[in-house]
């Protein structure tokens, strides 16, 4: 689970966390406090918090409860970055648990540490598996910048499942500075299968070419996915700076602008209210930013309408929520102004686009009286596309 949601579980002290980690989940009133425990030590830094993780590796995986703790578990070590926990992870890549090795894999390449050569074997020994499990164990490859996996890896760029094959491109791209290998992925960015322009997104963003940038832009999927790649490409050593070269390109992509996506004709629905309900709540992003695009094409009285409409009944959707704000500031409508302000100081980790969508509203929208709050969270944030955004806009207000 990402840090942004460690807020959720704040209240749970580490001595509780790690008392439920041992207990029998037969034992519980609410097994599921058992798996929160672990997404909860996550957040922890001590050595022994980190050992009690370590040790519910072990758990008897028999009991479903006991099973999705131990998933937790190995998603927690990756995200205490500890290399003590290598030896347990490697361990888990032996479970028949396909989740649970997926996990253990994308650990690894969290903590980020040099692997010796036995590990490397075991690690590749692991692509014998699903194909997200490949996918997962390639992308570790490339992650870790892991040479000696080259054969093997690069058989898998011709596999039936673009999934595979684009995570195999990326880490010949990556790791062998074979950029060509990168063609296929830039028609898929706007694939009408979602879950192919997702990973199409993620591998260009792992490849590390940053001339793939103005692709990845117009990608019809979510704004955070997307400049989650973008900011790997153009600011690779995590600084919290973008090169004058590339601002534009983030900029437009954080501004999030339907108008100015890859979207195909039949995502783009009627102006009937209902349809563009359907829309916005659609998994598909394509589908949701169509949606978006037919509130941006109304006359501006029926843009208010439609808008007070779905605020009314979906407000609490943060899909919804996120593009109804993008849309105030880019219609540029001053009298829906209070949603900016409202979705700018909503602290729930799950509005968090909608945040870098009201900060870029209040830019638009010249609302000064926000540049306290804006002030605040470019202070506080770590997310890096939500703090970049207040800094952009405190210099344009």
């Known amino acids: 689970m990402s840090e942004r949601f460690d807020i959720l579980f704040e209240g749970l002290p580490e001595e509780k966390a790690l008392e439920l980690l041992r207990t029998n989940p037969e034992e519980l009133s609410n097994p599921v406090e058992k798996y929160t425990a672990a997404t909860r030590l996550a957040a922890c830094r001590s050595d022994r918090s980190l050992e009690g993780l370590i040790e519910a590796i072990e758990l008897d995986p028999e009991n479903l409860f006991n099973r999705i703790t131990r998933r937790k578990v190995l998603e927690a070590l990756g995200r205490r970055r500890d290399p003590r926990a290598l030896p347990a992870l490697f361990t888990a890549l032996g479970f028949d648990d396909e989740a649970s090795v997926i996990n253990a894999v994308d650990s690894i390449a969290q903590i980020g540490a040099p692997l010796s050569n036995h590990q490397s074997e075991?690690?590749?020994?692991?692509?014998?598996?699903?194909?997200?499990?490949?996918?997962?164990?390639?992308?570790?490859?490339?992650?870790?910048?892991?040479?000696?996996?080259?054969?093997?890896?690069?058989?898998?760029?011709?596999?039936?499942?673009?999934?595979?094959?684009?995570?195999?491109r990326a880490y010949a791209a990556k790791v062998h500075g074979q950029f060509d290998r990168l063609a296929p992925l830039i028609p898929q960015l706007t694939d009408s299968i979602a879950g192919r322009r997702r990973a199409a997104v993620i591998d260009l963003g792992?490849?590390?070419?940053?001339?793939?940038?103005?692709?990845?832009?117009?990608?019809?999927?979510?704004?955070?996915?997307?400049?989650?790649?973008?900011?790997?490409?153009?600011?690779?050593?995590?600084?919290?700076?973008?090169?004058?070269?590339?601002?534009?390109?983030?900029?437009?992509?954080?501004?999030?602008?339907?108008?100015?996506?890859?979207?195909?004709?039949?995502?783009?629905?009627?102006?009937?209210?209902?349809?563009?309900?359907?829309?916005?709540?659609?998994?598909?992003?394509?589908?949701?930013?169509?949606?978006?695009?037919?509130?941006?094409?109304?006359?501006?009285?029926?843009?208010?309408?439609?808008?007070?409409?779905?605020?009314?009944?979906?407000?609490?959707?943060?899909?919804?929520?996120?593009?109804?704000?993008?849309?105030?500031?880019?219609?540029?409508?001053?009298?829906?102004?209070?949603?900016?302000?409202?979705?700018?100081?909503?602290?729930?980790?799950?509005?968090?686009?909608?945040?870098?969508?009201?900060?870029?509203?209040?830019?638009?929208?010249?609302?000064?009286?926000?540049?306290e709050p804006l002030m605040q969270i470019q202070q506080t944030t770590s997310w890096l596309p939500l703090k970049w955004s207040c800094e952009q806009v405190l210099k344009g207000l």
């Open 206 to 371: 792992d490849a590390g070419d940053v001339s793939v940038l103005p692709h990845l832009v117009t990608c019809p999927v979510s704004m955070p996915l997307r400049a989650k790649s973008a900011f790997q490409l153009v600011d690779p050593q995590k600084s919290g700076t973008v090169p004058i070269a590339h601002s534009d390109l983030i900029i437009q992509l954080l501004q999030d602008d339907p108008s100015m996506l890859s979207l195909q004709h039949d995502w783009i629905c009627s102006e009937e209210i209902a349809e563009i309900e359907k829309n916005l709540q659609h998994r598909d992003e394509g589908k949701q930013y169509g949606g978006a695009l037919s509130v941006i094409k109304m006359p501006k009285g029926q843009q208010l309408d439609t808008i007070d409409h779905i605020h009314s009944r979906f407000w609490s959707d943060y899909g919804v929520n996120y593009l109804l704000t993008a849309v105030v500031g880019l219609q540029g409508l001053q009298e829906r102004s209070d949603l900016v302000r409202t979705a700018l100081a909503e602290t729930l980790p799950q509005y968090a686009k909608s945040r870098v969508a009201a900060a870029w509203s209040c830019l638009r929208l010249g609302l000064k009286d926000q540049v």
């Open 122 to 168: 075991q690690l590749l020994s692991a692509l014998n598996g699903s194909d997200n499990q490949k996918r997962s164990v390639i992308q570790t490859h490339a992650r870790l910048g892991i040479a000696s996996g080259e054969q093997a890896i690069a058989a898998l760029e011709r596999d039936d499942n673009p999934l595979v094959a684009g995570a195999a």
